[in-house]
């Protein structure tokens, strides 16, 4: 599985941005999907994870009630719809691909991972 993170961009805190993943391959509704991000000079942490039928979705405490992941395997591609960004939202987004057992929080989880998209919230 490739994948092809995009959408990220400057948006002033309080706004919204919506990150799409396009994963290329005919194996992509069997792999749980789910959202990293990495901040300058931290580590790479858990967001967001969906699962294989779209059914389950699970967050991290720091984005539950703001953020929002669905997918489309139609269309081979997963979704993380940021609402209410914060200054400290601001990282490098990661989307990634797990075919282990449900749920996936971290990061060894996962077996495929996109290049990263930057959002950067201005206060």
């Known amino acids: 599985v490739q994948l092809q993170a995009s959408g990220g961009g400057l948006v002033q805190a309080g706004g919204f941005l919506r990150l799409s993943c396009a994963a290329s391959?005919?194996?992509?509704?069997?792999?749980?999907m789910g959202w990293f991000r990495q901040a300058p000079g931290k580590e790479r942490e858990f967001v967001a994870v969906?699962?294989?039928?779209?059914?389950?979705?699970y967050y991290a405490d720091s984005v539950k009630g703001r953020f929002t992941v669905s997918r489309d395997n139609a269309k081979n591609t997963v979704y993380l719809q940021m609402n209410s960004l914060k200054p400290e939202d601001t990282a490098v987004y990661y989307c990634?691909?797990?075919?282990?057992?449900?749920?996936?929080?971290?990061?060894?989880?996962?077996?495929?991972w996109g290049q990263g998209t930057l959002v950067t919230v201005s206060s």
């Open positions: 969906i699962n294989r039928s779209g059914g389950y979705t």
């Open positions: 391959g005919r194996t992509f509704s069997n792999h749980n």
């Open positions: 990634a691909a797990s075919d282990r057992p449900w749920p996936n929080v971290l990061l060894y989880e996962y077996k495929y």
